[in-house]
């Protein structure tokens, strides 16, 4: 069974430019959610879509958005970026949020210049 | 709020001996506890979890306990090896208006262990 995939997995931005990012959860996982990883802030939580609908959003500015498609591939997107933008982003699969494991993909490092 | 705490944030131990990751959430109502062990340049990845219905799980070397009343649960890792050495992330859900949960993340404990 393939695990998660995101890709890219690693990239490099300047200010003010925008990224996408992209996450194929395991077949049969309708629950895809975004983390933001950080040095010392540890795991942030991003956002949550279950069958195309985002179901939950954590503290972040409106640049950070996200979608997920029928097939339950997900995207995140970054608008007008910041330095402290850079981060590696992480997708984690699930059968449900909250009450069962998590499944992470190896995450895209975003490093904004 | 949704928070969770967790203690200590670095951890270093003689192999064999045991080590204790502590955490405390706010939410009474979040049922469900997981740990996740994240080695270093990979991915995090479940290594035991607790429900609220039980106060104790085990699974070889690693337990986890859960205190309901105190709103906080630990990791415990006995005969430390140097494969253990990792960051120790440890989680709680919690309930969003319009239903579902929220898994809110500790800020993790970096385990390293020492020969």
């Known amino acids: 069974k393939a695990g998660v995939t995101q890709t890219p997995r690693y990239l490099i931005k300047t200010r003010g430019q925008q990224v996408t990012l992209s996450c194929s959860p395991i077949?049969?996982?309708?629950?895809v959610s975004w983390y933001q990883q950080t040095p010392g802030q540890g795991l942030q939580f991003l956002f949550e879509?279950?069958?195309?609908?985002?179901?939950n959003k954590g503290n972040f500015p409106g640049r950070f958005s996200g979608r997920q498609f029928s097939n339950s591939r997900s995207e995140m997107n970054v608008s007008t970026l910041e330095l402290g933008d850079s981060a590696l982003y992480l997708c984690?699969?699930?059968?449900?949020?909250?009450?069962?494991?998590?499944?992470f993909g190896e995450g895209s490092r975003l490093t904004v210049l | 709020g949704e928070n969770v705490e967790q203690h200590p944030s670095t951890l270093s131990v003689q192999e064999g001996d045991s080590a204790v990751i502590k955490c405390t959430y706010s939410?009474?109502?979040?049922?469900?506890f997981p740990w996740y062990k994240q080695e270093l340049g990979k991915r995090p990845q479940l290594i035991i979890d607790i429900r609220s219905n039980v106060g104790e799980k085990k699974d070889q070397r690693i337990a986890v306990t859960l205190n309901k009343t105190a709103k906080h649960f630990s990791l415990h890792i006995t005969e430390t090896q140097p494969e253990d050495s990792a960051v120790y992330f440890c989680?709680?859900?919690?309930?969003?208006?319009?239903?579902?949960?929220?898994?809110?993340f500790g800020t993790g404990t970096q385990l390293k262990v020492e020969l």
């Open positions: 989680a709680a859900p919690y309930e969003v208006t319009g239903g579902g949960n929220k898994l809110t």
């Open positions: 984690a699969s699930s059968l449900l949020v909250g009450t069962g494991e998590l499944f």
């Open positions: 879509y279950f069958s195309e609908t985002q179901r």
């Open positions: 939410d009474s109502a979040s049922n469900y």
């Open positions: 077949s049969g996982h309708r629950s």
